[in-house]
């Protein structure tokens, strides 16, 4: 599978702990983008990267979320002290940013899913 | 401020009927409209831009300026339609995408 990928697929932890999402965008792919999906809500933008620069945050990313994509290439989701609001889907995507017609298509990953107990 | 609103959460129409999906948008300049499908068990994956201009699996959108919206239409339903579908927004730079918050589509028997 040549797509995005996303790891892990399921996470739980408790409250309090700290947890690392990866993922990794399609190869030639310059744009990375993270969103949060909750139950019965679309995916939510919360930051995105060209390369390796952060260009945009969301004022949903909180001081315990921390993106980076060192080299470009893949990329980490942290966050510091879990809450239980916490708890969705974190969805990676990727495109390539041309001027054509086609850089506007972003693919999605499987997501991960995120507990906190 | 971008928004886009579905106001349906589940539509459910007999196979063979038309589907309509509404899809309205606030935006102040020129966005670019997409509809994403997401199919059971599957990564959500685009199904069509306005740009495009195209018909994807019978599947047409246009955008109405005049009226903010773009809606998703097919004149005769089937069953691997069903699946959840947003509608999504993106500005000027090919940047963020704007979800609505989706509509769940049903075909059945």
């Known amino acids: 599978d040549t797509g995005v990928s996303q790891d892990p697929r399921h996470k739980i932890t408790k409250r309090g702990q700290n947890v690392t999402f990866r993922c990794d965008p399609i190869s030639e792919h310059n744009r990375l983008y993270w969103y949060r999906q909750t139950l019965g809500q679309g995916p939510e933008f919360l930051t995105y990267?060209?390369?390796?620069?952060?260009?945009?945050k969301s004022r949903l990313l909180s001081d315990r979320f921390s993106a980076e994509r060192p080299k470009g290439s893949f990329s980490t989701l942290e966050i510091q002290r879990t809450e239980q609001g916490d708890s969705a889907m974190y969805l990676c995507?990727?495109?390539?940013?041309?001027?054509?017609?086609?850089?506007?298509?972003?693919?999605f990953g499987q997501g991960t899913r995120l507990t906190v107990v | 401020a971008q928004r886009v609103t579905q106001p349906e959460k589940l539509l459910s129409v007999f196979k063979g009927a038309p589907v309509e999906l509404k899809c309205n948008y606030s935006?102040?300049?020129?966005?670019?409209l997409f509809w994403y499908v997401q199919y059971s068990r599957q990564r959500l994956q685009l199904l069509l831009r306005?740009?495009s201009r195209e018909s994807i699996k019978g599947f047409t959108a246009d955008l109405n300026k005049g009226e903010t919206s773009f809606h998703l239409k097919k004149p005769f339903a089937q069953e691997e339609d069903s699946a959840m579908y947003y509608c999504?927004?993106?500005?000027?730079?090919?940047?963020?995408?704007?979800f609505g918050t989706g509509t769940r589509l049903q075909v059945t028997l």
């Open positions: 995507a990727s495109s390539l940013a041309f001027r054509t017609v086609d850089d506007t298509e972003a693919f």
């Open positions: 999504a927004l993106s500005g000027a730079g090919a940047s963020k995408l704007t």
């Open positions: 306005h740009i």
């Open positions: 990267f060209q390369n390796e620069a952060q260009l945009e």
């Open positions: 935006y102040s300049g020129s966005p670019e």
